[in-house]
């Protein structure tokens, strides 16, 4: 796969709840590359519902994860590899081919104990869709405190070679997690959600950075359970603080309101009417301005180092000053995210500067090795970038 900037969405609706003109022209309008289809069921679905589909993506540029239940891992808990087989090639025979095909959707949140389905499931499409990217998204395995989904209670190192196992064993050229502790509400412990989301990027980024495999990122715009609805300052942080980590795409959860859950808040869109909601303008302004401001230096280049200032959830992520930088100055004593690149075709480095705080924004003052001085504001969870000399 190659390592561009995607921006995608999950999505759990059926084909039907809108024409397929009308979804793409709201996933151009949102500023998706890599949306998720509406699911596919061969049992009762037309297929060409899916063409349709795929035809107005390629229209539009787009390239289309595609939502079939014939290819999830959860197939084999009820059918032999050899009847799953079966249902992939048939998967791909009917939309596998189009060029607007991007991949198809593995399956979410497999458990440990599910690991060995997961892994099958990705060996087989794979073998099965050559020139395709499946696509397959894992729990937050790494945590800390009460913040994190309770999958086992097991440690860092158990994590890691699970995570190193499934990267090694499938092959896979890019893979997903999720994690929305960052945005639990205010009755929550806030502080290790926090955490809990810093040390998810970093193991994740340490582990997929191992096997050359780009990690893309599940992150929140919808309130439920215990998690707050995010406020754009929650969507650009979440957005720019990804990046910064390393993740090389964003896949947000969710876009359509389609059940009666009314625990799940604020969706793009709501299942009355199929209305837009304010998030629905605050996730096409953010990503507008992310991608007209960094999107094109960011498909240029990787992340190679990054640490924290003022907000220490890592030891080994304290930031102190080094070869490039000689001080940072803030107004207010809010964290700093620094990260460091290098392009992928050339010497060129990068430096990016990440203001932490959710809420809150402050005005950094950077002063280079070198002797340049830079004085900026940032609004909760902006990001400024300069080329290192």
Request: include cysteine; proline fraction near 4%.
């Amino acid at each position: 796969m190659d390592k561009n900037i995607k921006f995608g969405f999950w999505n759990y609706a059926p084909f039907g709840i809108i024409s397929n003109k009308d979804a793409v022209k709201d996933w151009v309008e949102v500023g998706s590359n890599l949306p998720m289809s509406f699911i596919y069921d061969s049992q009762k679905d037309k297929s060409n519902s899916m063409i349709e589909l795929l035809d107005e993506c390629e229209k539009n540029n787009l390239k289309l994860i595609i939502s079939d239940t014939r290819t999830l891992f959860t197939n084999l808990r009820s059918l032999s590899k050899d009847e799953f087989r079966k249902q992939v090639k048939d998967a791909y025979n009917d939309f596998g081919k189009h060029k607007a095909t991007f991949g198809f959707f593995l399956g979410d949140e497999p458990s440990p104990d599910e690991t060995d389905l997961f892994i099958d499931a990705a060996k087989i499409v794979l073998e099965e869709m050559p020139g395709l990217t499946p696509f397959g998204n894992l729990l937050p395995y790494f945590g800390c405190g009460d913040a994190v989904l309770d999958i086992g209670n097991k440690d860092f190192e158990f994590y890691s070679k699970l995570l190193q196992r499934i990267l090694k064993e499938t092959k896979l050229p890019v893979i997903g997690y999720d994690q929305y502790t960052q945005c639990l509400d205010d009755v929550s412990n806030q502080e290790a959600g926090i955490n809990s989301y810093f040390i998810g990027l970093d193991k994740y980024f340490e582990n997929c950075k191992q096997n050359n495999v780009p990690f893309i990122m599940s992150l929140l715009s919808v309130g439920h359970w215990n998690y707050r609805v995010p406020t754009e300052d929650d969507i650009r942080w979440q957005i720019s603080t990804a990046f910064a980590h390393g993740a090389r795409g964003i896949i947000w959860f969710y876009f359509y309101q389609n059940d009666k859950d009314y625990s799940y808040r604020l969706s793009p869109f709501t299942n009355y009417g199929l209305k837009k909601t304010p998030m629905f303008d605050i996730i096409a302004r953010e990503q507008y301005l992310f991608k007209k401001t960094f999107e094109e230096q960011f498909n240029k280049m990787e992340l190679t180092a990054v640490y924290h200032l003022g907000h220490l959830y890592d030891e080994e992520k304290r930031f102190v000053y080094d070869e490039h930088i000689k001080e940072i100055l803030t107004d207010r004593k809010f964290p700093v995210i620094i990260s460091y690149y290098k392009e992928f075709n050339s010497e060129k480095k990068w430096v990016s500067f990440v203001n932490g705080s959710q809420k809150y924004s402050n005005l950094l003052r950077i002063t280079f090795t070198d002797g340049r001085k830079e004085v900026f504001w940032l609004a909760p969870g902006e990001m400024r970038l300069f080329e290192l000399k």
